[in-house]
């Protein structure tokens, strides 16, 4: 069974500009994660989707970060304009199913440096 | 909010010997469930073992298993027969109601 993929895998940027990142998750899979990890810190949640609806959000600085799961499958995270403090590794994870006990399957992450 | 403490920042055991982890955590929850996931150099982050809060026996997996103390929320992973392959960052983490928490990690260097 083919992994969750993400797309790039590194980018550099300027500050103020924008950046999009997609994920693929596994196929079948109705939970889909995106976490940002900056370097020494363990991953912090982003947003969850359920199918192609938001379940949490809570902690996206939603001021200049987007994300959507139009047709229930892929995902993009965006970044409008990007600061410094967003370099960091961000992360796609995907279940089978949203509960609490069910294993998370990431992604390679995609690697961002703001200049 | 939980919170999940990893004290622990690097760790080191010679091959073959066996090496604990440490991990506390704080949730109001009574429900909740508890994972230890590995994340290998420049690898993608895997499930090492996973606890159900509920459950009072402790998780096993072949080399890895727990330690859990629900009333000292703890939850400890001990590695057992170390090998070079489980040279990794390993993160503890905690899910209530679908919100996953993650420490700090703990990177462990397995000596040969």
């Known amino acids: 069974e083919a992994g969750v993929a993400q797309s790039p895998r590194y980018k550099i940027i300027e500050k103020r500009q924008s950046v999009a990142f997609w994920c693929n998750p596994i196929?079948?899979?109705?939970?889909l994660y995106w976490y940002q990890q900056i370097l020494g810190q363990g991953p912090k949640l982003l947003i969850q989707f359920q199918n192609n609806g938001v379940v949490d959000d809570s902690q996206l600085p939603k001021d200049r970060f987007s994300a959507e799961r139009l047709k229930g499958v892929d995902s993009t995270l965006k970044i409008q304009p990007a600061k410094l403090e967003d370099s960091a590794v961000y992360l796609c994870?995907?279940?089978?199913?949203?509960?609490?006990?069910?294993?998370?399957?990431f992604g390679p992450g995609t690697r961002l440096t703001v200049l | 909010a939980q919170t999940v403490t990893q004290s622990q920042p690097e760790m080191s055991v010679q091959e073959a010997e066996t090496v604990t982890l440490s991990c506390t955590y704080d949730t109001s929850e009574s429900n909740y469930y508890l994972f230890w996931y590995k994340q290998p150099p420049s690898r993608q982050m895997i499930l090492v073992i996973r606890q159900e809060a509920y459950k009072q026996q402790n998780a096993t997996e072949n080399r890895f298993s727990v330690n859990f103390q629900k009333a000292a929320k703890s939850f400890s992973l001990k590695i057992s027969d170390s090998q070079l392959g489980d040279t990794a960052m390993y993160f503890c983490a905690s899910n209530t109601g679908n919100q996953f928490y993650f420490g700090t990690g703990t990177s462990l260097t397995v000596i040969p």
């Open positions: 994870a995907s279940s089978p199913l949203l509960e609490s006990y069910n294993e998370q399957f």
């Open positions: 196929s079948g899979h109705a939970t």
